[in-house]
């Protein structure tokens, strides 16, 4: 299997898209994000307001400059931000976990028939740069690698770390293995290896490629994976409905499955 972090060539876009966006984030957990506009800007009205997974974070930064809106865009792991939403907070599209897009299409949330699969997902795990790299290649080594390290790093929001917690209740790990770990609200669990906290990280493979220099081992063992993907939506009461559809067909075509494919996802 080809290692997670291997680069393919650069994404190739077509010429009629224009060369300008500024991107804001807003009330963002994530370590290194980027701003694209000026802070005296942020109060210039953005074309588009969007929810997104950080799951897809390297993907958008990449590919918003070479769109030509304004997008106004909210990080988050899919769960904060659904709890967001359903304490009332609204945009004009989501990109979360299909689980989730459909479970806010079906609350009336979401507009009906807008759902978009963009990517399938697959957890991995990261070491420090320079590490001993341990064998997670099967189902038993994974296990052995797990009980062998000293401390462990996941996410207590994100759709992995969800996962994650969950397939220790399984393996029977689960007691073991949260006695050494570092559980985070949000965020990018690869960070912790930079700030040596942790041995090993837990998260989606395209989160993990998110932190520059951290070592990944790979994608946790088939058997194991979960079948996890993110999709966008539009909300039902967006007042910009063709702009909305406009940015997931542009998010979404086969012109940009390489990017998909360079961050560590798989085109749907």
Same mark, same amino acid.
């Given at each position: 299997?080809?290692?997670?972090?291997?680069? *393919?060539?650069? !994404?190739?876009?077509?010429?009629?898209?224009?060369?300008?966006?500024?991107?804001?984030?807003?009330?963002?957990?994530?370590?290194?994000?980027?701003?694209?506009?000026? /802070?005296?800007?942020?109060?210039?009205?953005?074309? %588009?307001?969007?929810?997104?997974?950080?799951?897809? &974070?390297? &993907?958008?930064?990449?590919? %918003?400059?070479?769109?030509? =809106?304004? +997008?106004?865009?909210?990080?988050?792991?899919?769960?904060? %931000?659904?709890?967001?939403?359903?304490?009332?907070? $609204?945009?004009? !599209?989501?990109?979360?976990?299909?689980?989730?897009?459909?479970?806010?299409?079906?609350?009336?949330? =979401?507009? *009906?028939?807008?759902? +978009?699969?963009?990517?399938? *997902?697959?957890?991995?795990?990261?070491?420090? /740069?320079?590490?001993? $790299?341990?064998?997670?290649?099967?189902?038993?080594?994974?296990?052995?690698?797990?009980?062998?390290?000293?401390?462990?790093?996941?996410? $207590?929001?994100?759709?992995?770390?969800?996962?994650?917690?969950?397939?220790?209740?399984?393996?029977?790990?689960?007691?073991?293995?949260?006695? #050494?770990?570092?559980?985070? /609200?949000?965020?990018?669990?690869?960070?912790? =290896? !930079?700030?040596?906290?942790?041995?090993?990280?837990?998260?989606?493979?395209?989160? %993990?490629?998110?932190?520059?220099?951290?070592?990944?081992?790979? $994608?946790?063992? #088939?058997? =194991?994976?979960?079948?996890?993907?993110?999709?966008?939506?539009?909300?039902?009461?967006?007042? #910009?409905?063709?702009?909305?559809?406009?940015? +997931?067909?542009?998010?979404?075509?086969?012109? +940009?499955?390489?990017?998909? &494919?360079?961050?560590? !996802?798989?085109? &749907?």
């Amino acid at each position: 299997m080809p290692q997670a972090n291997a680069r *393919s060539s650069p !994404l190739e876009v077509s010429a009629g898209i224009p060369q300008r966006v500024a991107s804001v984030a807003r009330a963002l957990p994530v370590p290194r994000r980027r701003r694209n506009i000026a /802070p005296h800007q942020e109060a210039h009205v953005a074309d %588009l307001k969007l929810f997104s997974t950080l799951g897809v &974070v390297s &993907v958008l930064d990449e590919l %918003l400059p070479r769109l030509g =809106l304004e +997008v106004d865009a909210v990080y988050e792991p899919t769960k904060r %931000l659904v709890d967001r939403i359903q304490a009332g907070e $609204r945009a004009d !599209l989501a990109i979360l976990t299909s689980d989730a897009i459909d479970e806010l299409t079906a609350a009336g949330v =979401l507009a *009906s028939g807008s759902r +978009v699969d963009l990517a399938r *997902s697959h957890v991995g795990m990261a070491v420090a /740069p320079g590490a001993a $790299r341990p064998d997670i290649s099967t189902v038993e080594a994974f296990r052995q690698t797990l009980l062998a390290a000293g401390t462990i790093g996941y996410s $207590r929001a994100g759709a992995s770390g969800i996962f994650f917690a969950g397939l220790l209740e399984r393996m029977g790990l689960a007691a073991e293995v949260n006695a #050494k770990a570092t559980v985070i /609200p949000s965020g990018f669990t690869g960070q912790l =290896l !930079l700030d040596g906290k942790v041995e090993l990280a837990v998260q989606q493979v395209s989160e %993990l490629m998110a932190v520059p220099g951290i070592d990944i081992l790979g $994608r946790i063992p #088939k058997e =194991l994976q979960p079948d996890t993907i993110f999709s966008a939506g539009l909300f039902a009461e967006t007042g #910009k409905e063709r702009e909305a559809r406009d940015f +997931v067909a542009a998010i979404a075509g086969p012109s +940009v499955a390489l990017l998909y &494919v360079e961050k560590g !996802l798989e085109p &749907v």
